[in-house]
């Protein structure tokens, strides 16, 4: 088999086998003549660099779509699916935790669980990649993942719709990571990466778990025809300098995972900003009886809670004439909280009143020091501080966002 031949399987694997253990990272029969190592399921081919198999991802996300679109609706509860490990697994249940939505999970080896909070709703834990697809196919109503899941394997779903897009917990982005020595030693943006002379013949190999997103920003970039995409299961980092790929894409948190590798990223080379999102299948939110209900209660509960981790609520007392003169005063230095402060009168024993004021107020965390400096120079003591769980306003935007995306 020559250098350039390629297994195609149901699923693009890459595979670095000169002098290395070969590992697995698919399980599906091999066809053709590739060199099939039946008794561990893997697929393993000789190619270049010491053994590459090079081969293109597929947008499973458009089979999924169409067959979840084309059958009919599942019959049962509805499901909500959570990523079943790692640290958006622990972020996920720890905020539904937070907004008194804990899951509780009967048998720890199981992959099914409950919300008390929210009955009727199954809870199944799945891979993050997993998440989507059954969304795709219509196997759970509901999911929350993050944003670089959903931007990989969604494309192209209409029937998919983000409920929330800011939940703050998984923040990182996906980037390009670039070798700081050797050829790529002066490489420091996009432009310097394309005037390397890459061509069809020779394109620039690419290790990532991100294929459909990777082939959308080099087509942006005009290197669509000179770029080859090289799939693993982890590790990227150290692919370029084992002779695998030339850079990689992938995940970047601190950036000191690719500091630690010798490699860096590129300005113009961040693909995409990802954190936690709630996501939701239309047609179910449609049609599926109390759907609609438990995701209202969900993004209530979740922007309340998220809205109140900015804030403390702090009461103080002050000596004044009146409750007028106090929030005048207060407002005056600008401590207004979310609609001005709330003052009522102190009462001793017997119920006697005298001149002395409880002042209680809103006031965002990063201002907590500069607030209470203003109270005690109103004169202000015993300030007491509180965490808050829920702020609940108005119908939050999202959830009216959410009722104009269903009637479209």
């Given at each position: 088999?020559?250098?350039?031949?390629?297994?195609?399987?149901?699923?693009?694997?890459?595979?670095?086998?000169?002098?290395?253990?070969?590992?697995?990272?698919?399980?599906?029969?091999?066809?053709?003549?590739?060199?099939?190592?039946?008794?561990?399921?893997?697929?393993?081919?000789?190619?270049?660099?010491?053994?590459?198999?090079?081969?293109?991802?597929?947008?499973?996300?458009?089979?999924?779509?169409?067959?979840?679109?084309?059958?009919?609706?599942?019959?049962?509860?509805?499901?909500?699916?959570?990523?079943?490990?790692?640290?958006?697994?622990?972020?996920?249940?720890?905020?539904?935790?937070?907004?008194?939505?804990?899951?509780?999970?009967?048998?720890?080896?199981?992959?099914?669980?409950?919300?008390?909070?929210?009955?009727?709703?199954?809870?199944?834990?799945?891979?993050?990649?997993?998440?989507?697809?059954?969304?795709?196919?219509?196997d759970v109503d509901i999911g929350f993942i993050g944003y670089d899941m959903f931007h990989e394997f969604a494309d192209g779903n209409d029937d998919l719709v983000i409920v929330h897009d800011a939940l703050r917990y998984g923040g990182c982005h996906l980037a390009l990571g670039?070798?700081?020595?050797?050829?790529?030693?002066?490489?420091?943006?996009?432009?310097?990466?394309?005037?390397?002379?890459?061509?069809?013949?020779?394109?620039?190999?690419?290790?990532?778990?991100?294929?459909?997103?990777?082939?959308?920003?080099?087509?942006?970039?005009?290197?669509?025809?000179?770029?080859?995409?090289?799939?693993?299961?982890?590790?990227?980092?150290?692919?370029?300098?084992?002779?695998?790929?030339?850079?990689?894409?992938?995940?970047?948190s601190t950036g000191t995972t690719l500091r630690e590798n010798n490699l860096r990223e590129i300005i113009g080379g961040r693909v995409i900003e990802s954190e936690g999102i709630m996501v939701a299948s239309k047609r179910a939110l449609k049609e599926r009886p109390g759907l609609l209900e438990i995701v209202k209660q969900i993004l209530e509960r979740l922007?309340?809670?998220?809205?109140?981790?900015?804030?403390?609520?702090?009461?103080?007392?002050?000596?004044?004439?009146?409750?007028?003169?106090?929030?005048?005063?207060?407002?005056?230095?600008?401590?207004?909280?979310?609609?001005?402060?709330?003052?009522?009168?102190?009462?001793?024993?017997?119920?006697?009143?005298?001149?002395?004021?409880?002042?209680?107020?809103?006031?965002?965390?990063?201002?907590?020091?500069?607030?209470?400096?203003?109270?005690?120079?109103?004169?202000?003591?015993?300030?007491?501080?509180?965490?808050?769980?829920?702020?609940?306003?108005?119908?939050?935007?999202?959830?009216?966002?959410?009722?104009?995306?269903?009637?479209?």
């Amino acid at each position: 088999m020559s250098a350039r031949q390629v297994t195609r399987a149901k699923a693009s694997t890459v595979w670095c086998s000169a002098g290395v253990p070969s590992r697995r990272v698919a399980t599906w029969p091999a066809r053709g003549n590739a060199t099939s190592l039946h008794g561990r399921g893997n697929v393993l081919v000789p190619g270049r660099h010491g053994g590459v198999l090079v081969a293109k991802a597929k947008a499973a996300s458009a089979e999924g779509s169409k067959a979840g679109l084309t059958s009919p609706l599942r019959t049962g509860p509805p499901r909500l699916a959570l990523p079943s490990k790692g640290r958006m697994a622990e972020d996920t249940l720890s905020l539904l935790k937070s907004c008194q939505l804990a899951v509780r999970k009967p048998n720890p080896r199981q992959y099914v669980a409950e919300v008390p909070n929210l009955p009727g709703l199954e809870v199944w834990f799945q891979r993050a990649s997993d998440i989507v697809r059954r969304l795709n196919y219509g196997d759970v109503d509901i999911g929350f993942i993050g944003y670089d899941m959903f931007h990989e394997f969604a494309d192209g779903n209409d029937d998919l719709v983000i409920v929330h897009d800011a939940l703050r917990y998984g923040g990182c982005h996906l980037a390009l990571g670039v070798p700081t020595k050797g050829d790529f030693a002066s490489v420091h943006s996009m432009e310097d990466l394309k005037g390397m002379g890459w061509s069809k013949e020779n394109p620039l190999k690419v290790v990532t778990g991100y294929h459909n997103t990777a082939k959308a920003f080099f087509a942006e970039n005009g290197m669509a025809d000179s770029v080859t995409f090289l799939a693993a299961d982890g590790a990227l980092e150290a692919a370029p300098y084992m002779g695998c790929a030339d850079i990689i894409l992938d995940l970047v948190s601190t950036g000191t995972t690719l500091r630690e590798n010798n490699l860096r990223e590129i300005i113009g080379g961040r693909v995409i900003e990802s954190e936690g999102i709630m996501v939701a299948s239309k047609r179910a939110l449609k049609e599926r009886p109390g759907l609609l209900e438990i995701v209202k209660q969900i993004l209530e509960r979740l922007e309340a809670h998220l809205t109140a981790e900015e804030y403390f609520y702090v009461t103080t007392n002050i000596r004044a004439d009146s409750e007028a003169e106090i929030a005048k005063a207060m407002l005056d230095n600008g401590v207004g909280g979310l609609q001005g402060p709330t003052v009522s009168r102190v009462f001793s024993s017997g119920l006697r009143s005298q001149s002395l004021f409880a002042a209680s107020v809103c006031v965002r965390k990063k201002n907590l020091h500069d607030v209470i400096k203003t109270l005690r120079q109103m004169g202000g003591t015993g300030v007491l501080v509180s965490e808050l769980t829920y702020i609940f306003d108005e119908e939050p935007w999202r959830w009216t966002e959410l009722l104009k995306k269903l009637e479209e």
